[in-house]
């Protein structure tokens, strides 16, 4: 029987139905979730995937969708992925598709009780020369997350088996892989310590999931240049810490400064190193680059800055245009002075900046069509579409 098959049969943990978490609770506090009184707050209730109970995974076109108006909200779709092992196997063996719903996990599981847990970020594309879909670079996550399972004390997934679970996934899900040059669709691979754990451990159990969203821009300024704020105060990341692997932990720490920022109209925060306060690393959800002169910049990942792919693929793609990227260390001064500014990311794919409050001041960038972060959006979406030749080989085919 194929993935697919067996998804169809069951969901994940022999669930019957899509309750999971809210679904036990509720038969504890004995309501119905459905008329009587519940004492749960009701918007526990809305967070539930509405399950489709039609099998679309052969169909074409996800349902009502707004292609052109995709964010990066997040729309169910129909089949995630999921691949257990436990402590004593050491490794993962065999993954399988299961319709996308909520999932059970142990109140003192290892991910919510310590943070065991990783994620990784990256997108299909519906191919231009033909039929099937398009994927860059998922070994690259694939290394990355196993660069981080080793961080963060858990097993993880071969190359191998992360990139035929990305291609399951978006399999399962093609209906929902937006028309060309409308968006993409999100994979998002979690690795978590799902086995129970009260003292502080490895967990027993891991489990590695993947789940699928389509997505348009990732700021709500969509293609336009954002606004960036310094942030003196909170840290994204320090030497010895985590700030260099996807963990999870890495990011509801910056939400505080992220809502401060944006509720001042900003659309990310840049954050400084937690050492000397004057270099740059990060922003929440992107790398930084600089450009001046003929010379870009980007701050070196020496543990404390995420490596992004994107990043790795800009610092290239940059260096085969002529110019010289350095990796290095990137002062406030640095920044402020700079000609052109832009963020990298698999979310924000090639952001350029317009400007940066630093200190109660407002530096502006160049920004617009005769820029080289244009130039580098523009070479790299036309790889990752399928619309340049792609001489690196950085896109793997699903069909
Ligand atoms: C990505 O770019 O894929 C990320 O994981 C960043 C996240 C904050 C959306």
């Given at each position: 029987?194929?993935?697919?098959?067996?998804?169809?049969?069951?969901?994940?943990?022999?669930?019957?139905?899509?309750g999971?978490?809210?679904?036990?609770?509720?038969?504890?506090?004995?309501?119905?979730?459905?008329?009587?009184?519940?004492?749960?707050?009701s918007?526990?209730?809305?967070?539930?995937?509405?399950?489709?109970?039609?099998?679309?995974?052969?169909?074409?076109?996800?349902?009502?969708?707004?292609?052109?108006?995709?964010?990066?909200?997040?729309?169910?779709?129909?089949?995630?992925?999921?691949?257990?092992?436990?402590?004593?196997?050491?490794?993962?063996?065999?993954?399988?598709?299961?319709?996308?719903?909520?999932?059970?996990?142990?109140?003192?599981?290892?991910?919510?009780?310590?943070?065991?847990?990783l994620?990784?970020?990256?997108?299909?594309?519906?191919?231009?020369?033909?039929?099937?879909?398009?994927?860059?670079?998922?070994?690259?996550?694939?290394?990355?997350?196993?660069?981080?399972?080793?961080?963060?004390?858990?097993?993880?997934?071969?190359?191998?088996?992360?990139?035929?679970?990305?291609?399951?996934?978006?399999?399962a899900?093609?209906?929902?892989?937006?028309?060309?040059?409308?968006?993409?669709?999100?994979?998002?691979?979690?690795?978590?310590?799902?086995?129970?754990?009260?003292?502080?451990?490895?967990?027993?159990?891991?489990?590695?999931?993947?789940?699928?969203?389509?997505?348009?821009?990732?700021?709500?300024?969509?293609?336009?240049?954002?606004?960036?704020?310094?942030?003196?105060e909170?840290?994204?990341?320090?030497?010895?810490?985590?700030?260099?692997?996807?963990?999870?932990?890495?990011?509801?720490?910056?939400?505080?400064?992220?809502?401060?920022?944006?509720?001042?109209?900003?659309?990310?925060?840049?954050?400084?190193?937690?050492?000397?306060?004057?270099?740059?690393?990060?922003?929440?959800?992107?790398?930084?680059?600089?450009?001046?002169?003929?010379?870009?910049?980007?701050?070196?990942?020496?543990?404390?800055?995420?490596?992004?792919?994107?990043?790795?693929?800009?610092?290239?793609?940059?260096?085969?245009?002529?110019?010289?990227?350095?990796?290095r260390?990137?002062?406030?001064?640095?920044?402020?002075?700079?000609?052109?500014?832009?963020?990298?990311?698999?979310?924000?794919?090639?952001?350029?900046?317009?400007?940066?409050?630093?200190?109660?001041?407002?530096?502006?960038f160049?920004?617009g069509?005769?820029?080289?972060?244009?130039?580098?959006?523009?070479?790299?979406?036309?790889?990752q579409?399928?619309?340049?030749?792609?001489?690196?080989?950085w896109?793997?085919?699903?069909?």
């Amino acid at each position: 029987m194929d993935v697919l098959s067996s998804a169809k049969r069951a969901l994940p943990w022999g669930r019957t139905s899509a309750g999971g978490v809210i679904g036990g609770l509720r038969a504890l506090l004995g309501t119905d979730g459905g008329g009587g009184r519940s004492l749960l707050p009701s918007r526990w209730k809305s967070s539930q995937p509405q399950l489709d109970p039609v099998d679309r995974s052969d169909e074409e076109g996800g349902g009502d969708i707004d292609w052109d108006n995709l964010g990066f909200g997040l729309t169910p779709t129909d089949y995630m992925y999921v691949m257990r092992c436990t402590q004593e196997e050491g490794g993962f063996s065999r993954g399988e598709l299961a319709r996308y719903g909520n999932i059970e996990l142990s109140p003192s599981s290892g991910v919510l009780n310590y943070g065991q847990g990783l994620f990784e970020g990256l997108k299909a594309y519906r191919r231009a020369d033909g039929p099937g879909y398009t994927l860059f670079r998922p070994e690259e996550n694939a290394r990355r997350m196993q660069h981080g399972a080793g961080r963060m004390c858990m097993p993880s997934p071969s190359v191998e088996q992360f990139v035929h679970a990305v291609k399951q996934t978006v399999l399962a899900n093609k209906r929902w892989v937006p028309p060309q040059g409308k968006g993409a669709l999100y994979l998002r691979p979690l690795l978590i310590g799902s086995g129970a754990i009260l003292g502080l451990a490895p967990a027993p159990e891991y489990t590695f999931m993947i789940y699928a969203a389509p997505v348009g821009t990732y700021f709500k300024e969509g293609m336009a240049a954002i606004n960036l704020l310094v942030e003196e105060e909170i840290h994204r990341a320090m030497p010895g810490g985590t700030g260099g692997v996807k963990t999870i932990s890495n990011y509801a720490p910056v939400l505080k400064a992220q809502m401060d920022a944006r509720s001042k109209g900003f659309a990310d925060v840049l954050y400084l190193d937690s050492v000397h306060k004057r270099y740059v690393e990060e922003a929440s959800s992107c790398n930084l680059f600089v450009v001046k002169g003929g010379a870009v910049a980007t701050p070196a990942t020496a543990g404390t800055i995420l490596p992004g792919v994107t990043r790795r693929s800009i610092i290239e793609l940059a260096r085969d245009s002529g110019y010289q990227v350095e990796e290095r260390l990137v002062s406030i001064d640095d920044l402020i002075s700079a000609d052109e500014v832009f963020c990298t990311g698999t979310a924000v794919g090639v952001t350029p900046v317009s400007t940066i409050t630093y200190q109660g001041t407002r530096y502006e960038f160049r920004t617009g069509e005769d820029t080289l972060s244009k130039k580098l959006y523009t070479t790299l979406t036309s790889i990752q579409m399928g619309l340049a030749e792609d001489k690196k080989g950085w896109t793997v085919a699903v069909d």
